[in-house]
């Protein structure tokens, strides 16, 4: 039951998740379009880079709508 309080409490609050979710949105956007310009013309290093960077941000991303979802 006080699990429903705490719920109840947290969506009139502003956390980090809300207030910063656009402009995490543009950087992630950003930094994915770097890491594809790296894995089309980068060298052998460049693609493994870049497709390191994607696999990252797809995770943070993952991350991201998990903590978005429970409130924080």
């Given at each position: 039951m006080s699990g429903d309080d705490d719920d109840l409490r947290r969506v009139g609050e502003r956390t980090w998740t809300v207030r910063y979710k656009i402009p995490l949105a543009v950087v992630t956007g950003l930094l994915a379009a770097c890491c594809f310009v790296a894995v089309?013309?980068?060298?052998s290093v460049g693609a493994w880079v870049g497709g390191s960077g994607l696999v990252l941000l797809v995770a943070w991303v993952v991350v991201f709508r998990v903590l978005y979802r429970r409130g924080y």
């Open positions: 089309i013309a980068g060298g």
